[in-house]
T-cell receptor, first 112, second 109 residues
Framework: EPEVTQTPSHQVTQMGQEVILRCVPISNHLYFYWYRQILGQKVEFLVSFYNNEISEKSEIFDDQFSVERPDGSNFTLKIRSTKLEDSAMYFC??????????FGPGTRLTVL | TQLLEQSPQFLSIQEGENLTVYCNSSSVFSSLQWYRQEPGEGPVLLVT?????EVKKLKRLTFQFGDARKDSSLHITAAQPGDTGLYLC?????????FGTGTRLQVFP
């Protein structure tokens, strides 16, 4: 069964460093998303992406964040200068028609 | 800001018992999805409900969408230890999902 994959599973970085989280959505899906979940809290929407542009972004998704689909398979989330409060699980999701969303296993980001 | 409140927050029951989890909002959603999440993993889609009043069954799990499409419930019949996990409802808000607060279920053998 097709699934969303994410790498790395765990990323440890120093405050102020740049990180890139990678996702490979399900192959025939056209809508892509990033969410995050701080430990013990709700899953929060960050950004949605369709047709090579951002469809919607949350207040969390400030200038330090960017997304890119560099080729036909990968979807990346870049955090330019990480902060302690960026520590969280980051989930990529994809959808065929903007309806049901299927989530990847997540990347645990730890900012020291 | 749209909010989805789930109740109860925690539920501990014995194997074989029945339970119901509620997901409530003051907002109308075009659809609502239920996920299950294991520790350290991503949410896994269980079901999507779209029509007001819709009922969907997935083995021992029964999902219902409220007539006004503002609330939903998940009923589990004869719970098993394998049902243990975090259950999340999520409302479809056009280009994003709004997640509920979650219900953590523990089923003891």
């Amino acid at each position: 069964e097709p699934e969303v994959t994410q790498t790395p599973s765990h990323q440890v970085t120093q405050m102020g460093q740049e990180v890139i989280l990678r996702c490979v959505p399900i192959s025939n899906h056209l809508y892509f998303y990033w969410y995050r979940q701080i430990l013990g809290q709700k899953v929060e929407f960050l950004v949605s992406f369709y047709n090579n542009e951002i469809s919607e972004k949350s207040e969390i998704f400030d200038d330090q964040f960017s997304v890119e689909r560099p080729d036909g398979s990968n979807f990346t989330l870049k955090i330019r200068s990480t902060k302690l409060e960026d520590s969280a699980m980051y989930f990529c999701a994809s959808s065929e028609a903007g309806f049901e969303q299927f989530f990847g296993p997540g990347t645990r980001l730890t900012v020291l | 800001t749209q909010l989805l409140e789930q109740s109860p927050q925690f539920l501990s029951i014995q194997e074989g018992e029945n339970l119901t989890v509620y997901c409530n909002s003051s907002s109308v959603f075009s659809s609502l999805q239920w996920y299950r999440q294991e520790p350290g993993e991503g949410p896994v889609l269980l079901v999507t409900v779209v029509t007001g009043g819709e009922v969907k069954k997935l083995k021992r799990l029964t999902f219902q969408f409220g007539d006004a499409r503002k609330d939903s419930s998940l009923h589990i019949t004869a719970a098993q230890p394998g049902d243990t996990g975090l259950y999340l409802c999520a409302g479809d808000d056009t280009d994003k999902l709004i997640f509920g607060t979650g219900t953590r279920l523990q089923v003891f053998p």
